[in-house]
């Protein structure tokens, strides 16, 4: 069974840097392309990042990039989101999830989805 478990969310000012990490099981971390996604109250889900397998190739978002880096550690099973410079506009449930290429996009895999963690910038 697959479990993606998301933590270090939390409430900083603007301005300010967090932390999010994704611990994998139940998949073989390494073959698999990972990435962040977000969900503000009454919007639509939105991309946020994208790592390939081997960490070697990133993807960001326009609104986040040169702020936000995703990384990932396959010996630990596990990714990151450092996310720098935040917004008050960044206030999201920010979700991992294993992915795949759809089109020109980057999409969640069925069922890949971690439960989520809550991220607040106040201004």
């Known amino acids: 069974q697959v479990q993606l478990v998301e933590s270090g969310g939390g409430l900083v000012q603007a301005g300010g840097s967090l932390r999010l990490s994704c611990a994998a099981s139940g998949l073989t971390f390494s073959s698999y392309a990972m990435g962040w996604f977000r969900q503000a109250p009454g919007k639509e889900r939105m991309f946020v990042a994208n790592?390939?397998?081997?960490?070697?190739?990133?993807y960001y978002a326009d609104s986040v990039k040169g702020r936000f880096t995703i990384s990932r550690d396959n010996a630990k099973n596990t990714m990151y989101l450092q996310m720098n410079s935040l917004k008050p506009e960044d206030t999201a449930v920010y979700y991992c999830?294993?992915?795949?290429?759809?089109?020109?996009?980057?999409?969640?895999?069925?069922?890949?989805w971690g439960q989520g963690t809550q991220v607040t910038v106040s201004s």
């Open positions: 790592i390939n397998w081997s960490g070697g190739s990133t």
């Open positions: 999830a294993a992915t795949i290429r759809k089109n020109t996009e980057w999409v969640p895999r069925n069922g890949y």
